[in-house]
């Protein structure tokens, strides 16, 4: 079992930044693939980036904006937002598994959510 847990949203103006975490614990968290998922008001969820111990993967709607990194001395996943669009308002969740295809499509494991959004 995996416990997650994000910090780091909040409101913020079109343009600006912020930088989402999320604690992991109750597994090894470098053998843990990661993603971060986010669902806006009346759409359907929608993976926003992942990372395995090899790679990375972004969206379309974020690639060049977004960064996703992991610290695993801290058991830790980041999701780095710059030039942050009204767009980008949702609910952020952080996803584990025990495999990169997993977390894509499937993840076993999830955060409780957290809200970003973004003003015009």
């Known amino acids: 079992q995996v416990q997650l847990v994000e910090s780091g949203g909040g409101v913020v103006q079109a343009g600006g930044s912020l930088r989402l975490s999320c604690a992991a614990s109750?597994?090894?968290?470098?053998?843990?693939?990661m993603g971060w998922f986010r669902r806006a008001l009346g759409k359907e969820r929608e993976i926003v980036a992942r990372?395995?111990?090899?790679?990375?993967y972004y969206a379309d709607s974020v690639k060049g904006r977004f960064t996703i990194s992991r610290d695993n001395a801290k058991n830790t996943v980041y999701l780095q937002m710059n030039s942050l669009k009204p767009e980008d308002t949702a609910v952020y969740y952080c996803?584990?598994?025990?495999?990169?295809?997993?977390?894509?499509?499937?993840?076993?494991?999830w955060g409780q959510g957290i809200q970003v959004t973004v003003s015009s």
């Open positions: 996803a584990a598994a025990n495999t990169i295809v997993e977390v894509t499509t499937t993840p076993p494991w």
């Open positions: 109750g597994r090894t968290f470098s053998s843990l693939a």
């Open positions: 990372i395995s111990r090899f790679s990375t």
